[in-house]
């Protein structure tokens, strides 16, 4: 079974600091990195995705740095705030979209 | 409009009812999903639809049972669910190009009880 490994499970950030999920895959044939953001009680929403022929994809605060030779993508969140507080899950697909375990960013005010 | 529809949001049935999760999306995608969320879990696939045909099944058990009137329209009918079935039922949709690498779009959910 292909896995995709996502740490830490759980992240507790002030405001203003940087927010880091990593996220670690096996299959080097996976060609689509999505991250997505899921809020209590609704459907996971896209936030940002990277193709392995590019090393980073900025949006606004959001950053991802992708490492094809260690086989790791990672989420930045700068500037993060109280209203980035959700799950995120990192996904690659591998014969369907295998999501991480998830982690739950809390940032305090 | 890039809004996957889910109806209804929240669904309270007995072991013996027969019920039906409803999904619509007009982004002219052509593959569409059912996932089910379990809290503090991620989404595990249930059921690909391309093109309106079947093309994935996850093993899932036969209570659960997808269809796709059409290109935009995905039900779930559900029948003699046990109370381990109660989730968040999740509809997805995405280009229908590459069904498993295409970006796909997620619905806000059916949250299901079942008692």
């Known amino acids: 079974q292909q896995q995709v490994k996502q740490s830490p499970q759980s992240l507790i950030v002030q405001k203003g600091g940087i927010s880091i999920i990593n996220c670690a895959y096996e299959?080097?044939?996976?060609?689509?990195f999505p991250w997505y953001q899921q809020f209590p009680g609704k459907g996971p929403a896209l936030l940002i995705a990277?193709?392995?022929?590019?090393s980073e994809k900025k949006e606004g605060r959001f950053t991802i740095s992708f490492n094809k030779s260690a086989k790791q993508f990672s989420l930045h969140i700068m500037d993060s705030q109280p209203g980035d507080s959700a799950t995120y899950f990192c996904?690659?697909?591998?014969?369907?979209?295998?999501f991480g375990q998830g982690t739950e960013l809390s940032v305090k005010p | 409009d890039t809004e996957v529809t889910q109806t209804p949001k929240h669904l309270v049935m007995g072991m013996t009812n027969k019920k039906s999760l409803k999904c619509e999306q007009h982004?002219?995608?052509?593959?569409m999903y059912w996932y089910k969320q379990k809290a503090k879990k991620p989404p595990e696939l249930m059921f690909v639809?391309?093109?309106?045909?079947?093309?994935i099944n996850e093993s899932v058990p036969s209570r659960f049972s997808p269809e796709c009137p059409n290109s935009s329209l995905l039900n779930l009918h559900l029948h003699a669910l046990q109370p381990e079935d109660s989730a968040l039922y999740l509809c997805?949709?995405?280009?229908?190009?590459?069904?498993?690498?295409?970006?796909?779009?997620f619905g806000p959910g059916t949250r299901l009880t079942v008692l």
């Open positions: 997805a949709s995405s280009a229908g190009t590459r069904p498993i690498s295409d970006e796909q779009f």
């Open positions: 299959n080097t044939a996976f060609d689509y």
């Open positions: 990277i193709r392995p022929d590019v």
């Open positions: 996904a690659a697909p591998g014969g369907k979209l295998i």
């Open positions: 982004m002219g995608h052509r593959a």
């Open positions: 639809y391309s093109y309106e045909k079947l093309s």
